[in-house]
T-cell receptor, first 113, second 116 residues
């Protein structure tokens, strides 16, 4: 059974650019959530999608956005990149309506120069 | 608001010894879930173990067990017979049971180093 797949794994951008990260959840999982991990702030929740609808949103500026497609794959976009956006972006998937396991991908490591 | 506290920034443990990683939580919810994840230097968050607030027995997964003390709001991870490959960051996390709230709240993590 394939796990959560995130692409790209590594990327370098410059300030002001935008970036799109992709996440394919485990087959059958309909909930996809995104987290940002930085040394200073730790792991912070960005947003969560289920059935193409954003159900939850963390405390991030509007430059951070996302979407989910009908096959449950999700993308997140960060516009007008800032140095502080350099982070590991982790995607997680789970079966909905359960308190069971939540599985993460390997992450996309973004460096903003 | 939910909060997870991990008071051990780093731990050094001799190989083959058991290790306990501390985690306390704060929530006003009656129904919630507690998780432990391992994050090696590669960055992937590896799911280790899960405990539901209504589960009467402590969760176990191979060498991992979760010492769940609900009244004390404690959810410590116990790793038996530690191995060199256990060296990593370990995160405790919580999720509440409200529908539509798949958000995890994480602790600050414990860096575990296994010494040969």
């Amino acid at each position: 059974k394939a796990g959560v797949t995130q692409t790209p794994r590594y990327l370098i951008k410059t300030r002001g650019q935008q970036v799109t990260l992709s996440c394919s959840p485990i087959s059958g999982h309909r909930s996809v959530s995104w987290y940002q991990q930085t040394p200073g702030q730790g792991l912070q929740f960005l947003f969560e999608y289920f059935s193409e609808t954003q159900r939850n949103k963390g405390n991030f500026p509007g430059r951070f956005s996302g979407r989910q497609f009908s096959n449950s794959r999700s993308e997140m976009n960060v516009s007008t990149l800032e140095l502080g956006d350099s982070a590991l972006y982790l995607c997680a998937s789970s079966l909905d309506r359960t308190l069971g396991e939540l599985f993460f991908g390997e992450g996309s490591r973004l460096t903003v120069l | 608001a939910q909060k997870i506290t991990q008071t051990q920034p780093g731990m050094f443990v001799q190989e083959k010894e058991a290790v306990t990683l501390d985690c306390t939580y704060d929530t006003s919810d009656q129904s919630y879930g507690l998780f432990w994840y391992k994050q090696p230097s590669s960055g992937e968050m590896i799911f280790l173990i899960y405990q539901g607030s209504y589960d009467e027995q402590n969760a176990t997964e191979g060498r991992y067990s979760l010492n769940f003390q609900k009244a004390r709001k404690s959810a410590n991870l116990v790793i038996s017979a530690s191995q060199l490959g256990d060296s990593a960051m370990y995160f405790c996390a919580m999720r509440d049971a409200n529908f539509g709230n798949e958000k995890l709240t994480f602790g600050t993590g414990t860096r575990l180093t296994i010494i040969p």
